[in-house]
Nanobody, 126 residues
Framework: EVQLVESGGGLVQAGGSLTLSCAASGFSVGDYNIGWFRQAPGKEREGVSC????????YYAESVKGRFTISTDNIKNMVYLQMNSLEPEDTAAYYC???????????????????WGQGTQVTVSS
């Protein structure tokens, strides 16, 4: 059974840092593209970052470029999202998701992913 479990969310002050973890089971992280999404109350789910399972290329939304870093640990079968210089606008529930390699061109789209975690809340206070 494919499963994704996020952890590492919490409350942090603006300017602070958090690292989110996504534990994968039932598959190897290299078998899929792994994306991080976020959803704030009343807003659509948006793609934040993605790592290609095929060649390791990383992708970032403009709003987080230079502040967030996605990485994988193939031995632990984990994907991480290091978030620095956090802003109140980063407050949201964060989700990791797994999708097939050939959807990498559409990594920002929810429909590019077949499996989703339950989410972890990140709250950034001003």
């Amino acid at each position: 059974e494919v499963q994704l479990v996020e952890s590492g969310g919490g409350l942090v002050q603006a300017g602070g840092s958090l690292t989110l973890s996504c534990a994968a089971s039932g598959f190897s992280v290299g078998d899929y593209n792994i994306g991080w999404f976020r959803q704030a109350p009343g807003k659509e789910r948006e793609g934040v970052s993605c790592v290609s399972g095929e060649d390791g290329t990383t992708y970032y939304a403009e709003s987080v470029k230079g502040r967030f870093t996605i990485s994988t640990d193939n031995i632990k079968n984990m994907v991480y999202l290091q978030m620095n210089s956090l802003e109140p606008e980063d407050t949201a529930a964060y989700y990791c998701a797994a999708g097939p390699h050939d959807w990498i061109h559409a990594w920002t789209l929810v429909k590019a992913y077949d499996y989703w975690g339950q989410g972890t809340q990140v709250t950034v206070s001003s």
